[in-house]
């Protein structure tokens, strides 16, 4: 099977670098690879270029339109009978698409998503957020494994499907917000095979700081409203969890500003949440610096997507504004 590996790329030259040094190293040499630079004002032409005899890589330049149209500007020129996503902070596994190969040789899926996790070279706070991005006492931890709950959706920074997808299904119709689990719901509406392959994992760097992590959990929050205006039914019980969480913590303030004795179960309960964090957290990178750090972007993550989630169902469910 041959592979388009197509990335949109977006005033990050040294991520690009650093992701095609992993995909010079494949195990399995059967794929292209599309860098589609969006509109970059620091572009990454000649870092792309540099790559040219050591990969079939090839290099576009198009305005501004977002990571969802620019995919679709990379499928429209792919040559491979499977196309695959990546974002450009990713860092790749050398035996990635030999997994995938194998893994779509045995059982064949016209889609599918893989896990992400946190690479050695990682500071500890993007080791802390890697971890509550997929821990299970957040929401991070009902997507990217066997046991998420409800219909699984591939997610872009980690996504593949196959040229009769592309074919029938058409590319991403909005190209921010959620435009990665509207286009995976359409693709299951359409009848194709969509599946999680456990062992394609990627090491997904996301933010390096809490504040720009705060920035993009927040848009996450308000991305599930905009998926509910697509598909209502969508809407999950455990969608809300950031909000109630929230929600939880404020009242949790006020109740000990107010000097009240459900003030003493509320800290309890935090507590007790703060602790199993810790120490799952501890356990998982075998850091206690890693662990403290990750309570604060367990919060991060929570009230940033509680608040934007809030935000906008409040603008857009609510009041039912554009």
């Given at each position: 099977m041959f592979f388009s590996i197509v990335i949109p790329l977006y005033n990050r030259p040294q991520e690009?670098?650093?992701?095609?040094?992993?995909?010079?190293?494949q195990t399995y040499k059967a794929f292209e690879v599309l860098v589609i630079e969006d509109g970059s004002v620091n572009d990454a032409e000649a870092i792309v270029n540099s790559f040219s005899d050591k990969l079939e890589v090839r290099y576009f330049k198009k305005p501004n339109e977002g990571q969802g149209f620019t995919r679709n500007?990379?499928?429209?020129?792919?040559?491979?009978d499977y196309f695959i996503v990546f974002d450009s902070d990713c860092l790749i596994p050398a035996d990635y698409l030999e997994i995938v190969n194998n893994s779509l040789s045995t059982n064949y899926l016209d889609a599918?998503?893989?896990?992400?996790?946190?690479?050695?070279?990682?500071?500890?706070?993007?080791?802390?957020?890697?971890?509550?991005?997929?821990?299970?006492?957040?929401?991070?931890g009902i997507r990217g494994n066997k046991k998420a709950i409800g219909q699984f959706h591939p997610r872009s920074f980690n996504m593949g499907i196959s040229r009769q997808v592309w074919e029938k299904a058409g590319g991403f119709i909005i190209t921010r917000l959620g435009e990665d689990i509207e286009y995976s719901i359409r693709i299951h509406s359409l009848g194709?095979?969509?599946?999680?392959?456990?062992?394609?994992?990627?090491?997904?760097?996301?933010?390096?700081?809490?504040?720009?992590?705060?920035?993009?959990?927040?848009?996450?929050?308000r991305a599930r409203i905009n998926i509910y205006k697509f598909f209502p039914k969508e809407l999950k019980a455990v969608h809300?969890?950031?909000?109630?969480?929230?929600?939880?913590?404020?009242?949790?303030?006020?109740?000990?500003?107010?000097?009240?004795?459900?003030?003493?179960?509320a800290n309890i309960i935090l507590a007790v949440?703060?602790?199993?964090?810790?120490?799952?957290?501890?356990?998982?990178?075998?850091?206690?610096?890693?662990?403290?750090?990750?309570?604060?972007?367990?919060?991060?993550?929570?009230?940033?997507?509680?608040?934007?989630?809030?935000?906008?169902?409040?603008?857009?469910?609510i009041f039912n504004r554009s």
């Open positions: 690009i670098k650093e992701l095609l040094e992993t995909l010079v190293v500007f990379g499928f429209e020129r792919a040559k491979g599918y998503g893989g896990p992400d996790g946190a690479h050695n070279s990682f500071t500890p706070t993007q080791k802390a957020i890697s971890y509550s991005m997929t821990s299970p006492f957040t929401t991070g194709f095979k969509i599946g999680l392959i456990p062992d394609a994992v990627v090491y997904h760097k996301r933010r390096t700081n809490f504040l720009q992590f705060y920035k993009q959990l927040h848009f996450f929050g809300f969890f950031p909000a109630v969480f929230t929600t939880g913590l404020i009242f949790t303030l006020i109740f000990n500003l107010l000097g009240w004795q459900i003030a003493i179960l949440y703060i602790l199993l964090i810790f120490f799952h957290a501890w356990w998982k990178n075998k850091s206690v610096k890693i662990a403290f750090l990750s309570i604060i972007a367990a919060f991060t993550q929570l009230i940033a997507y509680g608040l934007g989630f809030m935000q906008d169902f409040w603008k857009r469910v």
